[in-house]
Every structure is written in structure tokens, then in C-alpha cells.
């Protein structure tokens, strides 16, 4: 049974920096595109950063050059490194194999002063 547990939300300051993890109960981890999406309140969920089985990357434009998404298939874990957060960065954030009905149950993000 695959399981996805995101941690490493919480209240931050805007300005700050978070680093989101996901553990990934999942067979042949290595093989997968893992995502990283959002849903702040009231907003539809939305791709925040992909990454391939190859290393390749691709962000949505919303977060180019503050968001930075890695994995370490040895722990099978996806991390998101979220830098100079701002209020509107405040959502939940969800793991996520590309393309498959498996997600975590979210991890909260909250920037506010």
C-alpha cells in the first residue's frame, strides 16, 4: 500500500524559510516523478514543482527562483526548501506521485507577522 506523510509545516514569518519533507512508502521510489502541489484557502490545488526519476525539475512559474524541489531516493523522500516565504505562499502543501491518486494528507503553511 503506497503512503505519502508530509511534515515540516508551520507558522512562519514572512521572510522565512521552511523545508517540507515526504516519506514515501513506495516500491521502486527512484523510479517516480514525485510533485509537490498547494491549496490555499478558498483556491483550487495547484502544482507548485515536479521532479523525475532523471533529476529534472520544472517549477511553476509562481515560485521559480524561491522554491527549491530534491529527493533522496535512498530514504525515498521528496523535500520542498521553500525560501523568503510570503503571505501568499499560505496553504497546504501535498505529496504526490505524478500522475496517480496517491497523496499525502498535506502538511499546513502558514506565513503571517
Request: charged share 15%; hydrophobic share 35%; glycine share 8%.
Amino acid at each position: 500500500q503506497v503512503q505519502l506523510v508530509e511534515s515540516g509545516g508551520g507558522l512562519v514569518q514572512p521572510g522565512g524559510s521552511l523545508r517540507l519533507s515526504c516519506a514515501a512508502s513506495i516500491l521502486s521510489f527512484s523510479r517516480y516523478v514525485m510533485a509537490w502541489y498547494r491549496q490555499a484557502p478558498g483556491k483550487q490545488r495547484e502544482l507548485v514543482a515536479t521532479i523525475e526519476a532523471s533529476g529534472r525539475i520544472n517549477y511553476a512559474d509562481s515560485v521559480k527562483g524561491r522554491f527549491t524541489i530534491s529527493r533522496d531516493n535512498a530514504n525515498n523522500s521528496v523535500y520542498l526548501h521553500i525560501d523568503n516565504l510570503k503571505p501568499e505562499d499560505t496553504a497546504v502543501y501535498y505529496c504526490n506521485v505524478w500522475a496517480t491518486a496517491y497523496w499525502g494528507r498535506g502538511t499546513q503553511v502558514t506565513v503571517s507577522s
